[in-house]
C-alpha cells in the first residue's frame, strides 16, 4: 500500500545485494527506517521485539529467516526451533516453518539455500495473492451496507491487521483498502490497543497515508459507539483460529465481540487460512497465550517536545503489571470469517472444508 504515494511492502528480498529487508515497524509513526536482516539471530530478535509483528508476516519473516540460515550454513532444525520459539500464539510461524522443513526433505546440501530462496519468495507471493482476495470477499460485505444505508460506512477496527501485519493489504483492512478503491465512503474507527499501541501507532498511519477517513479511540470507547449507531460492522484480523471457528487475536477483541453481540452490530474476522489451526478444537482452552514483558504495560512511548522518541513511566514505582497480550473470542461471537477462499460460518464443519 502507499507511504507517503509511494507503494511499499513490510518484507522482500534484493536479488542483486542478496539481503532480506523489513521496514522496523518500533519506530512508525514517527520513523520510516529500511533494515536489513542477515543472521538467524537478527530474524529471531526482529519476530520477538517486534520490529515485524502481524500473524502473516511473522510467518513470512520466519520463511526468510531459514534461508538465512541456508545460505550462512546454519543447522537447519535448530534454526527452525529457535524461530518458531520467538512467539507463541501466531499459529503463521510454525506454518511457515513447517510448509519449508518439509519440502526440503529430499534436497541436496548444496541446492538447500536457493530452494528455500524459493519457497520464502513464494511465500511471500501467496500471502500478498490472498490479502487481496480477503479484501475483494469483505468489500461486498462493506458495499452491501453502503447500498442499504446510502451513508460512509462506519468500521470499529482492533490492533493493527493492515497491511503492515501482512506483506501488503492486510487482512482486516484489505476489504477496507477494496472498498475504498471502488469509491465507497468509509470512516474507521480505530481502537488504541494498549499496551503497544498498534492502532494509534500503525493502523492510523497506513489509513492516513491511503486518505482514508478514521477517529482515533481509546480501548474502551467501542460499546459506547455501538449503543449510539455509530458502528456498521467490525473487522478484525486474526493470530490463531481454532476448528471449532474459537478466534485469538489482540488482547481486547474478545470485549469488543461481546459488545457487538449485545448490540447486534456484526462482528467479521479475516482469516488467511495460514492462520488457522486445524489441529486445535478448541480455542479457549488449547491456544497458548503469550505474555510480553511487563515494562509495555508500565511505560509509553511516544515523541518529545524535541521530537526524540522516549519511553516514560505511567505506574507507581512497584505496581505489578501483567501482560497478556492476546484474547480468545468464542465463535458463537462470529458473525462471519472473511477468508481467501470465501466469506464462511465460524464452525467446524465450514472450517473443516477449507482444508483442501
Ligand atoms: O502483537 P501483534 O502486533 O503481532 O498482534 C497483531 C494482531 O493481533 C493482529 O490482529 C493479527 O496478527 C492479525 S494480523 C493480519
Known amino acids: 500500500m502507499l507511504v507517503q504515494n509511494k507503494h511499499l511492502t513490510t518484507i ?13 515497524q518500533r519506530l512508525i509513526p514517527f520513523e520510516l527506517k529500511i533494515i536489513e536482516l542477515n543472521t538467524v539471530d537478527e530474524v529471531c530478535f526482529a519476530i520477538k521485539e517486534m520490529q515485524v509483528r502481524g500473524a502473516p508476516l511473522i510467518g513470512v519473516t520466519a520463511a526468510y529467516g531459514m534461508y538465512i540460515a541456508a545460505r550462512e550454513k546454519v543447522d ?14 501466531a499459529v503463521n510461524l510454525s506454518w511457515a516453518l513447517n510448509k519449508i522443513m518439509t519440502s ?11 530452494k528455500i530462496l524459493e519457497l520464502a519468495n513464494q511465500i511471500r507471493e501467496d500471502d500478498i495473492t ?14 452491501e451496507v453502503y447500498e442499504k444505508n446510502d451513508k460512509p460506512v462506519n468500521i470499529l477496527t482492533h490492533c493493527n491487521a493492515g497491511w503492515l501485519a501482512t506483506v501488503d ?24 490497543t494498549r499496551p503497544r499501541n498498534q492502532g494509534f501507532n500503525l493502523t492510523s498511519w497506513e489509513l492516513l497515508n491511503e486518505n482514508i477517513p478514521n477517529s482515533l479511540i481509546v480501548d ?4 459506547h459507539l455501538m449503543q449510539h449507531n455509530k458502528i456498521d460492522m467490525c473487522i478484525t484480523g486474526t493470530d490463531r483460529t481454532a476448528s471449532n471457528g474459537d478466534v485469538c487475536n489482540k488482547i481486547g477483541t474478545y470485549l469488543k465481540a461481546l459488545a457487538a453481540y449485545d448490540n447486534e452490530i456484526p462482528f467479521y474476522v479475516s482469516a488467511p487460512i495460514s492462520s488457522i489451526d486445524f489441529n486445535i478444537e478448541n480455542g479457549i482452552r488449547d491456544i497458548p497465550i503469550e505474555q510480553r514483558n511487563s515494562e509495555e504495560v508500565s511505560h509509553i512511548e511516544g515523541l518529545d517536545e524535541n521530537n526524540k522518541i522516549q519511553k516514560i513511566k505511567i505506574v507507581p514505582e512497584g505496581a505489578q503489571c501483567v501482560n497478556y497480550a492476546f484474547d ?19 464452525n467446524s464443519s465450514s472450517i473443516s472444508r477449507l482444508k483442501n
Open 12 to 24: 522482500w528480498y534484493e536479488q542483486n545485494t542478496d539481503k532480506v529487508k523489513i521496514i522496523d
Open 76 to 89: 537447519l532444525k535448530d534454526a527452525s526451533e529457535k524461530i518458531n520459539a520467538t512467539r507463541p500464539t
Open 104 to 114: 526440503i526433505k529430499d534436497i541436496n546440501t548444496n541446492e538447500l539455500p536457493i
Open 130 to 143: 490472498n490479502c487481496n482476495n480477503i479484501g475483494k470477499h469483505g468489500y461486498k460485505l462493506i458495499k
Open 169 to 192: 493489504w492486510g487482512t482486516a483492512l484489505a476489504p477496507v483498502f477494496v472498498a475504498h478503491k471502488n469509491n465507497i465512503p468509509i470512516h474507521v474507527w480505530v481502537d488504541e
Open 220 to 223: 474502551n470507547v467501542g460499546g
Open 328 to 346: 480468545v473470542t468464542p465463535a458463537k461471537y462470529i458473525t462471519k470469517l472473511i477468508t481467501e477462499k470465501g466469506i464462511i460460518d465460524a
